[in-house]
């Protein structure tokens, strides 16, 4: 090799360049990719898709692309602050770590002390990787107030699979005849299970997918059941009449091993393919074509969405409905079917037996009072083992019921991605004390009275689990920039000072960690020899049919087309047990009057490939793949009718508020619906929402079927 080439070649060993591994982080929890870090003088000076990594194998996004924007970028909080002026208004002053910490330790004993540990709350937003250990600091300090971002994403999810199931089924996507996508854009999501698809629909999968929009995955399906949002329960419903109807379901397992099925059986039979018709959108010929296509199946699996079918104030009902075909057909806990997969570690089931539920609960939910959201939402504590519903969080601050919360400490809490977030940001404002802890000065970091710098991934270590069994424990490739920490080490020094008796957090976070993977026989020590990460040496599959052998997790041990837990709510709360299907609570087929002023079905946050939520709208290379931002889709028709043409200003109006934003018009939009992402700061569409838009079993938010209205708006009047 002649000097010039081998100087071209990095790193080459003499240009100061070295390779380090790490992973993307900045989508959370399931879309991890390796990283191949170029690291010069201690700075990133490139990076590209890990070859070595089992989940991405070489391929990287738009966001991970941009990493070196995100960990140097100028928003980047500097040094722990303390706000001198009032709250919002930004003013802070340096102060040390050790000022902070003492600050935050002395404020909480004082508050738990008067109010009790109860009154003070810890909150992750969507980062993951910090859970068990802010888990453990909860509980530790005495508050049964752990309370995530999860409260609007996935548990709902999980709710109806334990509902129906008693505990989760994951789709088995490796091994099924027919793929039943029932919401979700992987291509743009999650890009591994989009290049899962592709390999299996080459080797034969059937595929059919239900969306209200068009979109790349919708695209590649053989069927596309595009529905009028929240009306999936009326889709589910439809299919089970044609399932029944032509006998075309599992009789052997339905006697065996389901309850409820005759009462579910007449129910279903108001849903004729043409009723399906008239309530969905979908026409009655495809809503046949779809469920033969599912139930002769000899495998088929139902791949769930995290958010988007539960983003209803009817979510729960709706995805019972759908979940119930997999009662119908026997498609559970089968190979090929939705397969129980139990959790290794933070909610990935990554095939490792782990000791997480002991760690991140040291005491008993009942040795503590009741979790915030237990009263309204009284389905979610009997349901969800993890935490409160923290929906409920602004509510109880203003109202002090059923008791006071004074003091919130926030990893990354961000006020935008709550319905009616400009109340919550009004409630943020009357705790005692409040402490946000975040990579970037964000509006709700104004409203802190402290604000704590966290570094990226990066600058820290972590562990991750991938659901092919895989496994890996980073190393920083950089030192954390000017005085950022680690949120565990940030975590640890808290329980350090607050004083806590716990002897896992005085051992620390990586005897935590050999702690929690003792069952798994795998160490730190061992995973530190593996810096891209290992395969799990003896991956654990639960056995086929385990429902043999225990029966189902439920309370009447057999899938539940009516459920018993929400049975006993039927008189007190009007909850069906049965999967009843009503339509959203604000819609044209629940309050005519109320669409007449408000035509249009506002439907918020499809993901975007280049952003995620609000972490990424900073990064010019991000923002400058989606121009003439921010802006709502809307389908040609309408803005025909109404005169919007392509760029113009809109207002989208709600009975609570409006915004105004650039309309795109787009057949991925079908008429009579708005498209609107969340997260801008500039038209931030949560405001739009009511705070009690949700869902009456899970209390998760109507994000996808509130009612609104459009208009043009003249530049004049925007600039
Ligand atoms: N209208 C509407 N609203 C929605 C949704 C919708 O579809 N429509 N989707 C909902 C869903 S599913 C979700 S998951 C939520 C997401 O909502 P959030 O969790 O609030 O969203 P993010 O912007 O990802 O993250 C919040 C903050 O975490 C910070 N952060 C990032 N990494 C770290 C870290 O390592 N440490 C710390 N301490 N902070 C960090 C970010 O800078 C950001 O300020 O939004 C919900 N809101
Ligand atoms: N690039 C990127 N990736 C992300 C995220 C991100 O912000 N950006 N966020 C992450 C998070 S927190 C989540 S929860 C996941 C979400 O992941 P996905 O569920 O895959 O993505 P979404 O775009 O939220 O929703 C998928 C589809 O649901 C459709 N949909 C909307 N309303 C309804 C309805 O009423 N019924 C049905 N059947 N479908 C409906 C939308 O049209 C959309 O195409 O993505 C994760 N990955
Ligand atoms: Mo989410």
């Given at each position: 090799m002649r000097p010039e080439q081998k100087l071209k070649k990095i790193p080459n060993g003499e240009n100061g360049i070295v390779i380090k591994k790490s992973i993307c982080t900045i989508c959370d929890p399931l879309t991890q990719c390796g990283l191949d870090l170029y690291i010069k003088d201690g700075k990133i000076v490139k990076v590209e898709g890990s070859k070595?990594?089992?989940?991405?194998?070489?391929?990287?996004?738009?966001?991970?692309?941009?990493?070196?924007?995100?960990?140097?970028?100028?928003?980047?909080?500097?040094?722990?602050?303390?706000?001198?002026?009032?709250?919002?208004s930004n003013q802070f002053i340096p102060i040390s770590w050790e000022e902070a910490l003492e600050t935050i330790a002395c404020k909480l004993n004082v508050l738990k002390k008067e109010y009790g540990p109860e009154s003070v709350a810890f909150f992750s937003g969507f980062t993951k990787y910090f859970r068990p250990y802010l888990k453990r600091l909860t509980h530790s300090f005495g508050s049964p107030n752990y309370i995530t971002e999860s409260s609007c994403c996935y548990h709902a999810t999980a709710m109806t699979q334990a509902l129906v199931f008693g505990r989760q089924g994951l789709p088995d996507m490796a091994n099924t005849d027919c793929l039943l996508l029932w919401s979700g854009n992987p291509f743009y999501t999650n890009p591994g299970n989009g290049r899962n698809l592709v390999k299996n629909q080459e080797r034969g999968m059937k595929l059919i997918v239900v969306d209200p929009r068009i979109t790349p995955t919708t695209a590649r399906a053989d069927i596309h059941l595009r529905l009028r949002p929240g009306t999936d329960g009326a889709?589910?419903?439809?299919?089970?009449?044609?399932?029944?109807?032509?006998?075309?379901?599992?009789?052997?397992?339905?006697?065996?091993?389901?309850?409820?099925?005759?009462?579910?059986?007449?129910?279903?039979?108001?849903?004729?393919?043409?009723?399906?018709?008239?309530?969905?959108?979908?026409?009655?010929?495809?809503?046949?074509?779809?469920?033969?296509?599912?139930?002769?199946?000899?495998?088929?699996?139902?791949?769930?969405?995290?958010?988007?079918?539960?983003?209803?104030?009817?979510?729960?009902?709706?995805?019972?409905?759908?979940?119930?075909?997999?009662?119908?057909?026997?498609?559970?806990?089968?190979?090929?079917?939705?397969?129980?997969?139990?959790?290794?570690?933070?909610?990935?089931?990554?095939?490792?037996?782990?000791?997480?539920?002991?760690?991140?609960?040291?005491?008993?939910?009942?040795?503590?009072?009741?979790?915030?959201?237990?009263?309204?939402?009284?389905?979610?504590?009997?349901?969800?083992?993890?935490?409160?519903?923290?929906?409920?969080?602004?509510?109880?601050?203003?109202?002090?019921?059923?008791?006071?919360?004074?003091?919130?400490?926030?990893?990354?809490?961000?006020?935008?991605m709550w319905p009616d977030s400009e109340g919550l940001r009004q409630s943020l404002n009357m705790l005692d004390f409040f402490v946000n802890i975040d990579i970037f000065m964000t509006d709700t970091c104004k409203m802190a009275d402290i604000v704590l710098p966290a570094c990226t991934s990066l600058e820290r270590s972590e562990l991750r689990c991938y659901p092919m069994g895989y496994i890996i424990f980073t190393q920083p490739v950089i030192e954390p920039l000017y005085e950022s920490r680690s949120d565990v080490d940030i975590i640890y020094q808290l329980a350090e000072k607050l004083g806590l008796e716990d002897e896992l957090f005085a051992a620390g976070y990586e005897t935590s960690i050999d702690y929690i993977l003792e069952p798994s026989g795998i160490t730190v020590a061992e995973l530190k020899k593996h810096p891209a990460g290992m395969f799990v040496p003896n991956p654990v599959r639960p056995p086929e049919k385990s429902y043999l052998q225990n029966g189902f997790a439920t309370p009447s041990g057999k899938l539940e087309f009516k459920s018993k837990i929400l049975e006993k709510y039927e008189d007190k709360?009007?909850?069906?047990?049965?999967?009843?299907?009503?339509?959203?609570?604000?819609?044209?087929?629940?309050?005519?009057?109320?669409?007449?002023?408000?035509?249009?079905?506002?439907?918020?946050?499809?993901?975007?490939?280049?952003?995620?939520?609000?972490?990424?709208?900073?990064?010019?290379?991000?923002?400058?793949?989606?121009?003439?931002?921010?802006?709502?889709?809307?389908?040609?028709?309408?803005?025909?009718?109404?005169?919007?043409?392509?760029?113009?200003?809109?207002?989208?109006?709600?009975?609570?508020?409006?915004?105004?934003?650039?309309?795109?018009?787009?057949?991925?939009?079908?008429?009579?619906?708005?498209?609107?992402?969340?997260?801008?700061?500039?038209?931030?569409?949560?405001?739009?929402?009511?705070?009690?838009?949700?869902?009456?079993?899970?209390?998760?938010?109507?994000?996808?079927?509130?009612?609104?209205?459009?208009?043009?708006?003249?530049?004049?009047?925007?600039?």
């Amino acid at each position: 090799m002649r000097p010039e080439q081998k100087l071209k070649k990095i790193p080459n060993g003499e240009n100061g360049i070295v390779i380090k591994k790490s992973i993307c982080t900045i989508c959370d929890p399931l879309t991890q990719c390796g990283l191949d870090l170029y690291i010069k003088d201690g700075k990133i000076v490139k990076v590209e898709g890990s070859k070595e990594h089992a989940y991405n194998q070489g391929s990287l996004c738009p966001k991970g692309a941009a990493t070196r924007q995100y960990v140097y970028h100028e928003d980047r909080i500097k040094t722990p602050l303390k706000r001198i002026g009032s709250r919002g208004s930004n003013q802070f002053i340096p102060i040390s770590w050790e000022e902070a910490l003492e600050t935050i330790a002395c404020k909480l004993n004082v508050l738990k002390k008067e109010y009790g540990p109860e009154s003070v709350a810890f909150f992750s937003g969507f980062t993951k990787y910090f859970r068990p250990y802010l888990k453990r600091l909860t509980h530790s300090f005495g508050s049964p107030n752990y309370i995530t971002e999860s409260s609007c994403c996935y548990h709902a999810t999980a709710m109806t699979q334990a509902l129906v199931f008693g505990r989760q089924g994951l789709p088995d996507m490796a091994n099924t005849d027919c793929l039943l996508l029932w919401s979700g854009n992987p291509f743009y999501t999650n890009p591994g299970n989009g290049r899962n698809l592709v390999k299996n629909q080459e080797r034969g999968m059937k595929l059919i997918v239900v969306d209200p929009r068009i979109t790349p995955t919708t695209a590649r399906a053989d069927i596309h059941l595009r529905l009028r949002p929240g009306t999936d329960g009326a889709l589910a419903l439809a299919m089970a009449h044609v399932i029944i109807n032509e006998k075309l379901y599992d009789q052997d397992f339905v006697a065996n091993h389901t309850y409820g099925f005759e009462e579910y059986r007449d129910y279903v039979q108001h849903f004729t393919p043409e009723e399906g018709h008239r309530l969905t959108g979908v026409p009655a010929d495809l809503i046949k074509e779809a469920a033969r296509m599912y139930a002769k199946a000899k495998t088929a699996a139902i791949f769930p969405s995290a958010s988007a079918v539960v983003h209803h104030t009817n979510g729960i009902q709706n995805y019972r409905a759908v979940f119930c075909l997999a009662g119908l057909t026997g498609n559970y806990d089968i190979k090929g079917g939705n397969r129980y997969s139990p959790h290794s570690f933070i909610h990935i089931a990554g095939l490792i037996p782990t000791r997480e539920q002991e760690f991140i609960q040291p005491r008993p939910w009942e040795e503590m009072p009741p979790r915030i959201g237990s009263d309204r939402f009284p389905v979610w504590p009997e349901v969800v083992d993890e935490e409160g519903q923290a929906m409920q969080l602004p509510y109880q601050i203003r109202s002090g019921q059923p008791y006071p919360i004074k003091a919130l400490l926030g990893f990354g809490m961000n006020y935008r991605m709550w319905p009616d977030s400009e109340g919550l940001r009004q409630s943020l404002n009357m705790l005692d004390f409040f402490v946000n802890i975040d990579i970037f000065m964000t509006d709700t970091c104004k409203m802190a009275d402290i604000v704590l710098p966290a570094c990226t991934s990066l600058e820290r270590s972590e562990l991750r689990c991938y659901p092919m069994g895989y496994i890996i424990f980073t190393q920083p490739v950089i030192e954390p920039l000017y005085e950022s920490r680690s949120d565990v080490d940030i975590i640890y020094q808290l329980a350090e000072k607050l004083g806590l008796e716990d002897e896992l957090f005085a051992a620390g976070y990586e005897t935590s960690i050999d702690y929690i993977l003792e069952p798994s026989g795998i160490t730190v020590a061992e995973l530190k020899k593996h810096p891209a990460g290992m395969f799990v040496p003896n991956p654990v599959r639960p056995p086929e049919k385990s429902y043999l052998q225990n029966g189902f997790a439920t309370p009447s041990g057999k899938l539940e087309f009516k459920s018993k837990i929400l049975e006993k709510y039927e008189d007190k709360m009007g909850i069906a047990a049965l999967p009843v299907y009503t339509p959203p609570k604000h819609s044209p087929e629940a309050t005519p009057d109320l669409a007449k002023e408000y035509p249009f079905i506002l439907n918020t946050g499809s993901r975007m490939p280049m952003f995620v939520h609000t972490r990424t709208f900073r990064l010019s290379w991000n923002s400058c793949l989606k121009k003439n931002q921010p802006a709502a889709d809307i389908n040609p028709e309408d803005a025909e009718r109404l005169g919007i043409k392509q760029d113009d200003y809109i207002r989208i109006s709600t009975p609570k508020n409006s915004i105004v934003v650039r309309a795109n018009l787009t057949q991925m939009a079908q008429p009579g619906v708005v498209h609107m992402h969340h997260a801008f700061a500039q038209a931030d569409v949560n405001i739009l929402f009511e705070a009690d838009y949700l869902d009456p079993i899970s209390g998760f938010p109507g994000f996808k079927s509130a009612l609104c209205n459009i208009e043009k708006v003249n530049e004049t009047e925007v600039c």
